[in-house]
């Protein structure tokens, strides 16, 4: 995962809540933009996990990214 797919979930008006899945199996919903950290440059992102504690997480770590409403991140289709 880079630091440039991270930011454009983040940054994506209007914002759009999002789950972060880890090799380990585990997802991390970040529902505001505000939850969740990515610096620059970054190897690690910090997240505001479920039980309200950040979270560090490797970037090499996260899998996919999906967005929550589980609609595509565009509206444009085919034709």
Do not use: C
């Not at 479920?50 to 970037?59: H, K, P």
């Amino acid at each position: 995962m880079t630091t440039e797919q991270l930011r454009t979930y983040k940054n994506a008006r209007p914002f759009v809540p999002f789950a972060i899945h880890l090799a380990d199996g585990r997802e991390i919903h970040v529902k505001h933009p505000e939850n969740i950290m990515v610096p620059e440059p970054a190897r690690t992102i910090g997240v505001l996990n479920q039980e309200g504690a950040i979270e560090t997480v490797d970037l090499l770590l996260v899998t996919t990214l999906r967005p929550l409403n589980g609609r595509a991140r565009h509206s444009k289709r085919a034709t």
